[in-house]
């Protein structure tokens, strides 16, 4: 008796509904088509690198995305 051949499972991602952070992912690709940019430097520890590229990977977003959150939420907040 031959094995069958498996067909890999296949889904449409176009299809599915937004998660969360897909969403706000789209809305700060909206806002940086807009926005005014200024590139800055910074020099951070290869390990706080790669763990910050790991989680935005894992939330689907670019690692740039991630430093302008957390840098609008430290001003955003009061002292």
């Given at each position: 008796m031959t094995a069958k051949a498996r067909?890999?499972?296949?889904f449409d991602?176009?299809?599915s509904p937004p998660t969360p952070v897909?969403?706000?992912a789209k809305k700060s690709v909206e806002l940086s088509s807009t926005?005014?940019?200024q590139q800055i430097g910074?020099?951070?520890?290869v390990?706080?690198?790669r763990?910050?590229?790991?989680?935005?990977?894992l939330d689907g977003v670019k690692v740039q995305d991630l430093v302008e959150q957390a840098i609008d939420r430290l001003l955003s907040t009061k002292n």
């Amino acid at each position: 008796m031959t094995a069958k051949a498996r067909r890999p499972m296949t889904f449409d991602v176009d299809r599915s509904p937004p998660t969360p952070v897909e969403a706000t992912a789209k809305k700060s690709v909206e806002l940086s088509s807009t926005t005014e940019r200024q590139q800055i430097g910074a020099r951070i520890p290869v390990q706080t690198y790669r763990r910050l590229k790991a989680r935005a990977a894992l939330d689907g977003v670019k690692v740039q995305d991630l430093v302008e959150q957390a840098i609008d939420r430290l001003l955003s907040t009061k002292n």
